[in-house]
C-alpha cells in the first residue's frame, strides 16, 4: 500500500508559477514511476506529467509542454510538478498518483494508488 498526499495548491493569476508536492509513504517509493493527473469541474480526469522510477524519464502532455515541468526526489520520497506560466484553463483538482507500470502510463486505470487532490485555480 502507498498513501499519496498532495499540497500546494491554491489560487493564482494567470501567468503565474504554482508547485504541486505529493509525498509518499508506505511502499518502497522508488519502485514506482509517478503521475500527475487533473479533472476539472465537469469534465473528465486528464493525464498531465509522468516521470520514471529514477527521474531520468519524463513525459508531458502537449497542452503542459513548456509551461510544467514533473520531478521527483526518491530520497525525499516526493515528487513534484512546477507549474509555470499558468492559464485559467489550468484550473482544476490535480491528483499525484503511483503506478507500478514498466512503461510510460499515461491512461488513469494504469495506476495502482492515488492521493485526494489539491486544488489549482487560476484567475484570468
Known amino acids: 500500500q502507498v498513501q499519496l498526499v498532495e499540497s500546494g495548491g491554491g489560487l493564482v493569476q494567470a501567468g503565474g508559477s504554482l508547485r504541486l508536492s505529493c509525498a509518499a509513504s508506505?511502499?518502497?517509493?522508488?519502485?514506482?514511476?509517478m503521475g500527475w493527473f487533473r479533472q476539472a469541474p465537469g469534465k473528465e480526469r486528464e493525464f498531465v506529467a509522468t516521470?520514471?522510477?529514477?527521474?531520468?524519464?519524463?513525459y508531458l502532455t502537449d497542452s503542459v509542454k513548456g509551461r510544467f515541468t514533473i520531478s521527483r526526489d526518491n530520497a525525499k520520497n516526493t515528487v513534484y510538478l512546477q507549474m509555470n506560466s499558468l492559464k485559467p484553463e489550468d484550473t482544476a483538482v490535480y491528483y499525484c498518483?503511483?503506478?507500478?507500470?514498466?512503461?510510460?502510463?499515461?491512461?488513469?486505470?494504469?495506476?495502482?494508488?492515488w492521493g485526494q487532490g489539491t486544488q489549482v485555480t487560476v484567475s484570468s
Open positions: 498518483a503511483a503506478t507500478l507500470a514498466l512503461v510510460i502510463t499515461t491512461r488513469g486505470d494504469g495506476y495502482n494508488y
Open positions: 516521470v520514471s522510477r529514477s527521474g531520468g524519464s519524463t
Open positions: 508506505g511502499r518502497t517509493f522508488s519502485n514506482y514511476a
